[in-house]
């Protein structure tokens, strides 16, 4: 099938775009950013000149800068086959991608309420596109889709069941699109089948989630009704005592207040002070930087310890897969992480994890180690590409 494939996905103040032709081969990126800001402008990857944007610019205009520059370059002469757009929360309906409708929106409208800071900008973005194309079959990639299979025993908060009947106050995961490709660039790399094989994906970007995914499903998961529990992030704290919440009211903070300390002035830069950006961290570190080293020990030790947590899912570990942009690039991260883990078996193998893996299939375990480590860059335009092709053109290559 010939045609091409162009993937959305809106931030609160960016929109990132991607186009693959048929065969899901990527054939241009572009990013806006700043949006509704007075400096609003976007670029194409690997094109050295901006595209400026009106001031206060919105999703919708971005996307036609975005594509009016894409149609310049000769990629976009005809419409494409499918658009797939990253929505963040699926609740409970949506288990797998959907090709939208009235119903669909709907529902995704409805799930805004779970995910108020990110549905609307994610419907935003699909306005934008059917206004833009519309005639063009839009499909909705979630990013709780892959963890409809957590079992309840890891979805439920121990917290009186009407909070879940009545508001849906349940965990739910993220990062789905992700921890998917884990699953099956992780498989293929093991020469085994997704469905047979079990492993640990940890997700380590400016947002940062861990998933136990047995036998190609996910059973366990560190994100929850929103992408602030579980590990330390950039700006997101992670993990805090519940009681924490009084406290800060009782010192005379509303919610809004404390989202904004816990979501935006945590994690990484709240311990630092500095940045949370782990490349800067590091050099830091390297800088004699006390709180940022400190910033880092929290980071790995976190981590390991969800690593740990994480075995408690599985009956057998194929490998252990670092990703993201932390994942991929900070071998002093990995390093720091594996070296709490001993006891369950883990070594690392100096040389490989300093170029970020071997070649061939990324490993970084020693040769003595219990678990097979690996080092998997990841891509989530890739699967959301794939996901709009198969339910847009259902028998196609999807
Ligand atoms: P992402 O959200 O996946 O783009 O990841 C962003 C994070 O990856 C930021 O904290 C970056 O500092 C971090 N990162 C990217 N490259 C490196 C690197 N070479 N070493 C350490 N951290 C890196």
């Known amino acids: 099938m010939e045609g091409t494939i162009l993937t959305v996905n809106c931030g609160s ?54 594509v009016s520059a894409l149609q310049d370059c000769g990629l976009l ?7 797939g757009h990253r929505v963040v929360h699926g609740g409970e309906t949506f288990r797998k991608a959907a090709l939208i409708d009235e119903d669909v929106l709907t529902a995704i409208e409805d799930c805004a309420n779970l995910a108020p800071l990110h549905n609307p900008v994610n419907l935003a973005g699909i306005r934008a596109t059917t206004n833009l194309f519309p005639d063009v079959p839009q499909v909705a990639v979630f990013d709780t889709a892959f963890h409809h299979t957590l079992p309840q025993k890891a979805y439920l908060y121990a917290v009186p069941q009407r909070l879940y009947r009545d508001w849906g106050v349940r965990r739910y995961g993220f990062h789905g699109t ?70 800060l009211a009782n010192k005379g903070m509303n919610a809004e207040e404390v989202h904004r300390i816990l979501n935006n002035e945590s994690g990484l830069l709240g311990l630092s002070g500095q940045t949370n950006d782990m490349r800067a961290l590091c050099e830091l570190a390297d800088h004699d930087h006390e709180p940022s080293r400190t910033a880092i020990d929290v980071f790995c030790f976190r981590l390991a310890r969800y690593i ?45 994890n300093a170029h970020h893996g071997s070649i061939s299939d990324g490993q970084i375990e020693g040769a003595d180690s219990r678990f097979r480590v690996l080092v998997i860059p990841t891509n989530e335009e890739l699967v959301i590409a794939r996901e709009a092709l198969a339910s847009a053109t259902p028998g196609s290559a999807g």
């Open 13 to 66: 103040s960016s929109l990132k775009v991607a186009l693959f032709d048929a065969q899901l081969q990527k054939l241009a990126s572009g990013l806006a950013e700043r949006l509704g800001k007075d400096d609003a402008f976007a670029t194409i990857k690997g094109r050295p000149d901006r595209i400026e944007l009106t001031a206060g610019a919105t999703h919708e205009s971005a996307l036609r800068a975005l």
């Open 178 to 247: 992700s921890h998917q490709f884990m699953a099956t660039e992780a498989a293929r790399l093991l020469g085994k089948t997704p469905a047979t094989t079990s492993i640990i994906s940890a997700h380590l970007g400016n947002g940062c989630s861990i998933t136990a995914i047995r036998d190609g499903n996910s059973v366990d998961t560190s994100m929850g009704l929103t992408p602030l529990e579980g590990l330390v992030m950039g700006t997101r704290s992670g993990d805090v005592d519940p009681g924490l919440f009084d406290f």
């Open 77 to 83: 002469d005809a419409p494409p086959v499918a658009i």
């Open 308 to 352: 740990g947590a994480m075995m408690a899912s599985l009956n057998q570990l194929d490998a252990l897969v670092f990703t993201g942009g932390i994942g991929e690039n900070s071998s002093l991260v990995r390093k720091k992480t594996l070296a709490h883990l001993g006891l369950f078996g883990f070594t690392m193998d100096e040389e490989l």
